[in-house]
C-alpha cells in the first residue's frame, strides 16, 4: 500500500502555487520615492494591486484634498517606485495597523 502512495505523489501536486507579490492581502507595504530618502508606508486588506491601482488614479484626479501619495508626487514633482513596492508584513488589520505604525517611526 506505501509504496502505491508514493506512486501517486508523481501526479497529485500537495504544495501549493506561491501567489505573487501583487496578489497578497491584507499588508503593510512600503513605496520608495525615486527623487528623494523617502517613502510612503501603508497598509491595506485588499490586494496589494488594487491598492496601488487606487494610489494611481488618486494621483491623476489632483483634488483639494490629495492623499500623502498623491502631494508628494503632483505637488512635489517626485516619482514613486511602483515596481518595487515592498510588502513589509502581513497581518491582520490590529496588527497591522500596529506594524505600520511601527514602520513609519523605523524610516
Not at 507579490?21 to 517613502?39: A, F, R
Amino acid at each position: 500500500m506505501y509504496k502505491s502512495i508514493n506512486k501517486f505523489n508523481r501526479f497529485i501536486k500537495t504544495g501549493k502555487d506561491r501567489l505573487c507579490k501583487e496578489d497578497h492581502c491584507s499588508m503593510v507595504y512600503k513605496i520608495n520615492c525615486l527623487d528623494w530618502e523617502s517613502s510612503y508606508v501603508g497598509q491595506t486588506k485588499r490586494k496589494l494591486k488594487t491598492r496601488i491601482k487606487e494610489h494611481k488614479i488618486d494621483i491623476r484626479r489632483s483634488t483639494i484634498d490629495m492623499s500623502i501619495v498623491s502631494r508628494h508626487q503632483v505637488k512635489e514633482k517626485h516619482e514613486f517606485d511602483w515596481d518595487n513596492v515592498r510588502i513589509l508584513d502581513t497581518e491582520q488589520l490590529f496588527k497591522r495597523r500596529i506594524s505600520e505604525m511601527i514602520y513609519i517611526k523605523a524610516k
